[in-house]
């Protein structure tokens, strides 16, 4: 029996004739333009499920092969990274931009982040969590990469997980800012797609090497 074509950019349904898609959304920080296309979508295709995904997205789905094509130009939107072992999402909170609790810039900082590490190829699929306060609101603690922002600047994590087996992050740095941020996770995923194993998550990688090889590798080395 031939396999059911797969296009890029589209996810497979359990019925093995319906598609989903994943519209990329930059730390779920979403403008008019986005929503208008969005809802001119729905509606023009007769689209039978609409979803809001753990990870700040939109789900779309229930669509037939034939017509993803015309959805994305209509969109006029990115594909989200859903399946590809590659970093698929920066879950961002409001931050200082609009709660009264933020005490950093999440959504600043996880907007530059997506768009930093977005081409990269990793091992496995990688996610990211940046809480513009200590209440962690985007569940940074059990991301593969965790942010937590306090007064004296921000607190880094890596190897979260919130799969069967979780996992909280360790911890690798605190009283960063932005810039050192980003230098420190460059270590970090320089090391890990140098030494994990295939469809190895952050969480399984830092278990089986260990967490002091780690951290010797990436902040003394």
Partial sequence: ?????VPAGSILQRDKQS??????IPAGLMNL??????????EKYEIPIVKITSGQ??????MKLD?????WRDLGMDPGKATELCLHYVQACPGTEVCQFGVQDALGLGIHLEEYFSTRDFPAKVKIGVSGCPFTCAESNVRDVGIVGKKSGWTVSFGGSSTRAPRAGDILGEGLTGDEVKALLDRCFDYYCEHAKKKERTAKFI???????????VLEG
Avoid at 207 to 217: V, W
Wanted: no cysteine; net charge negative; hydrophobic share 50%.
């Fill in 1 to 5: 029996m031939a396999q059911p074509i």
């Fill in 19 to 24: 598609y989903a898609i994943v519209p990329r």
């Fill in 33 to 42: 333009t986005m929503l208008q296309n969005i809802t001119t979508v729905v």
């Fill in 57 to 62: 997205r939109i789900a779309l789905v229930g």
């Fill in 67 to 71: 017509q993803l094509d015309d959805i």
């Fill in 207 to 217: 278990d089986r090497i260990g967490l002091d090889t780690f951290k010797e590798a």
